[in-house]
């Protein structure tokens, strides 16, 4: 039985990189095959190379799930995955290389405040 499933899976496997190299001819642009275990079996899909992290995860999410993921979903994954504590680090390291970042940070919003 082992023997024919992976013959399916190697099978599977070729149609995707078929896919692939279909989608280059066509459009240029150089796709990658990805996957992901649905009921204990592997199923294969395409995107760009260039595709971000983020991206890819949503895109594997609506194929598990049949559905795109909700507000609450995107925030506990990019908590999960770290990018959120990455880009908060990215803003607090943006607003520490200022000179003041705190009377610059006060006096935007005094401009706000102002200008409504």
Sequence with gaps: ???????????????????????????GTPH???GFLRNGEP?????????????????VFALRNGRPMNQAEKLFDLAMSGELVRTAERVIEHYLQ??????????????????A
């Excluded at 023997?3 to 280059?24: G, I, M, T, V």
């Excluded at 199923?43 to 895109?59: A, G, S």
Aim: glycine content about 0%.
């Design 1 to 27: 039985m082992a023997a024919f499933s992976d013959w399916r899976n190697k099978r599977a496997f070729r149609r995707a990189q078929a896919r692939a190299e279909k989608l280059f001819r066509k459009t």
């Design 98 to 115: 200022r000179e003041d970042p705190i009377s610059e940070y006060l006096s935007q919003e005094t401009v706000t405040d102002a200008a």
């Design 43 to 59: 199923e294969y899909f395409v995107v760009p190379k260039d595709i971000d992290e983020e991206q890819l995860r949503e895109t």
């Design 32 to 34: 990658m095959v990805c």
